[in-house]
Every structure is written in C-alpha cells, then in structure tokens.
C-alpha cells in the first residue's frame, strides 16, 4: 500500500461525523485486542492492511497478515498489556502513545522467548482509508521504556 501524498492529508477537513466514526472504530479495535478478539480485530481494518514496525524488515499483508501479526504478538507475549498514556484523532487516522508490558515467553521477530518481563514505549499510527472507513494497517514505532534500560 502507497502512502497518500502528505500534502492532500494536512489538506483533510475535520469533521465531526467522521470523527466521531474513527473514535467509534478505534475503541471496537481496542477493546477486541483486549479480548484478544482476533475476528473483532480483523473488523476494523480493510483487506488489504499492512501492519508495520518501524525499523523492523518486516510487514504482515492483509487479513491473513494481520492475523499472524496478532497471533504471533499473543504467542510471544500472552499478558501483553496497552496502557494508554496519549491519543489524537484526526481525518487521517489515529495515533496513540502507550506503555506496552507483557512477558516474553514465545518468539517475536526472531528472538527466542526470555522468559523476562518487557516494558516498551511504543506510538501507533491507526491509517484511516476514508473510501472504505475502516483503518488501513498500523505502523508501529517502539522504544525501550526508560525503566527497562
């Protein structure tokens, strides 16, 4: 997926109908990674999302991708743990910063399980396709917390 022209993105009115769906759409998509709701998650997003970490080779395509990104997530860190800390909602998506804790016990990205527990800041850009209001992947960029340094 080709990232629209950032120039037409600053150029996107707000809108308080659309804005009002975005933050609708983003609390099913929080509350189903909570449950660990893979179908509910797959719900919020369009067929052909692409789940990204920054700085990582790597990207999970689709729905099938979106689905190994989540089960692989949940493999390595079954206590995963999103604690919010900052949200902007806007028309051209959603970005969240949030402390990220959970317990290494499977591998993720390579690494074999630590057994240890792990604590990231992490900020997590929610794409918002306007055609088929839904969200478009996330791009996710991590960064050791403070405290686990």
Partial sequence: MKPPDPRKLIETSPDPVTHDEIRRLWKKHS??????DIPGLLSTLTEDCVYEIAGV?????????????????????????FELRYIVIGPQGVCEEARLT??????WLGQP????????????????????????????FVSPSSSSR
């Fill in 31 to 36: 509350i189903a990674e909570d449950a660990r």
């Fill in 57 to 81: 080779e790597r990207k999970w395509e689709g729905h099938a991708g979106a689905r190994r990104f989540y089960e692989e997530l949940i493999g390595a860190f079954p206590d995963v743990r």
């Fill in 102 to 107: 959970g317990t290494h016990r499977g591998p």
């Fill in 113 to 140: 399980p630590t057994e240890k527990p792990v604590e990231l800041q992490v900020v997590i850009f929610f794409p918002w396709d306007p055609e088929k209001r839904l969200f478009a992947g996330e791009r996710v």
